[in-house]
């Protein structure tokens, strides 16, 4: 996980977005809506599994759980 949420300043809300690190593929935009884990468990340096969905020009994760490395 790169980031998720936070503050924004320019809207005065916390952001209920982020961005996925994806080798090879840079960074991959995610929606709360496709997360499912707590958002809270969404630090830096987290690592995740996910779904890779064509976006317009680019990508965009879907079905974003943490990965259990006992898998």
Known sequence: MKWFGGF???TGQ?????FVECQGK??????RT???????DLKEGTL???EL???GNGYRASNLH??????
Request: charged fraction near 20%; include cysteine; aromatic fraction near 16%.
């Open 26 to 31: 840079g960074d991959i935009w995610v929606h």
């Open 48 to 50: 995740v599994k996910f």
């Open 34 to 40: 496709e997360i499912y884990c707590s958002e809270s």
């Open 66 to 71: 943490l990965l259990n490395l006992s898998e």
């Open 8 to 10: 924004n300043n320019q």
């Open 53 to 55: 969905r064509i976006y």
């Open 14 to 18: 916390i952001n209920d977005y982020g």
